[in-house]
């Protein structure tokens, strides 16, 4: 199997579009999924070390809040 059989059943724009970039559409919101979900996993666990960090008062309420504000404000 050649690296260009994604190209197969492509014609028009987007052929030219596949060939320009080396993935369909479809390729590139699989991987812009894949980059999402990362992103919420990695997310997750800044929430729950900062929770933590909270609970034992390691770090201010007004640290607390900034820090949330800025790991949430990318949304």
């Known amino acids: 199997m050649s690296e260009w059989d994604f190209l ?16 369909t559409s479809d390729d590139w919101d699989y991987v812009e999924g894949s980059l999402k979900e990362k992103e919420n ?3 997750k666990a800044e929430w729950e070390e900062l929770k933590l960090l ?5 770090i201010s309420k007004d640290d607390f809040i900034k820090r949330k504000t800025n790991l949430f404000s990318h949304d």
Do not use: P
């Open 8 to 23: 197969w059943d492509l014609s028009g724009q987007e052929l030219t579009d596949a060939m320009s970039t080396g993935g």
């Open 41 to 43: 996993k990695k997310r």
């Open 54 to 58: 909270r609970d034992s008062g390691q």
